[in-house]
């Protein structure tokens, strides 16, 4: 026999507002440390996050979104800057330990129980090995919701300071928000891609309206990263107006106070 658990249908996105959004992130978050820690199986290990998968997925901003969407024509100039960029996120993700994955672990993937503080986690098809801090980048800045950075520094590091306690990295402060950061990045280059993509070939248009907020973003990350000068310039200059005349205004993380 199978049994089930009915989990509800109340997404964690649907119950976030200024009042809850400390209670609910530190639940996700000491449920993702659980998962950060599930073995695994010997007979069916998970697939690892490696470099092809990274590039293949940033690869999805360039394909579906500059040159796709927006109908940029690219130079070998812009073209060799974006390789560099993605070369840079790749490496930053494949430098960080290794734990389990879910790989889509936000509002949208998380259900608020009735009677248990443990949120529900639905979609982990896709789970696999990599980088711990992107499960957590993933979560704090969602592509759905936009939270102040001085609240995504303190969940932050919370959750740096649990997965040190349990033995998942050895990391300090400023070695961790870097991880994040760049990790941040390379979630957020393949999610404005496939947003994207479920406009243009799905039909899926609602998704466009999520785009700005990831690019922001993208942004915001890449101008604390001064080696990635060259890729925030362009995007300032170049994507982010075209984003801007094809779908409404590129937010910016430093504007957001509450």
């Known amino acids: 026999f199978l049994l089930l658990e009915d989990i509800g249908d109340q997404l964690m996105l649907s119950q976030l ?5 400390d209670t609910l992130y530190q639940s996700a978050l000491a449920e993702l440390l659980h998962i950060q820690q599930l073995p695994a ?3 069916r290990p998970l697939p690892a996050y490696d470099a092809a998968l990274l590039d293949r997925e940033m690869a999805l901003f ?3 979104l500059l040159e796709g969407y927006l109908g940029l024509t690219l130079d070998n100039v812009e073209k060799s800057m974006l390789d560099a960029t993605f070369t840079r996120l790749r490496k930053g993700a494949l430098a960080q330990p290794q734990v389990t994955v879910h790989r889509d672990y936000h509002s949208r993937n998380l259900l608020v129980r009735e009677h ?12 696999v090995v990599g980088p711990v801090t992107y499960d957590a980048v993933s979560l704090l800045k969602d592509c759905y919701i936009q939270w102040p950075d001085k609240k995504i520094d303190h969940w932050l590091e919370t959750f740096r300071k649990q997965t040190l306690a349990a033995g998942l990295h050895r990391a300090q402060s400023d070695t961790f928000v870097q991880w994040f950061e760049l990790m941040g990045m390379q979630r957020h280059l393949k999610a404005a ?3 994207a993509r479920l406009a243009m070939r799905d039909g899926k248009t609602r998704y466009l309206e999520d785009i700005p907020r990831t690019v922001g ?9 001064p080696a990635l000068r060259h890729f925030h310039e362009w995007l300032a200059a170049v994507a982010a107006p075209r984003i801007e005349e094809r779908i409404g205004p590129v937010p910016s993380q430093e504007y957001l106070t509450q």
């Open 193 to 195: 891609g496939i947003f």
């Open 116 to 127: 248990s503080n443990r949120p529900g986690v639905i979609d982990f098809q896709d789970a």
């Open 41 to 43: 199986a010997s007979d």
């Open 62 to 64: 360039r394909d579906w």
């Open 217 to 225: 973003y993208l942004l915001s990350a890449s101008k604390r990263q």
């Open 17 to 21: 507002n200024a009042d809850t959004a």
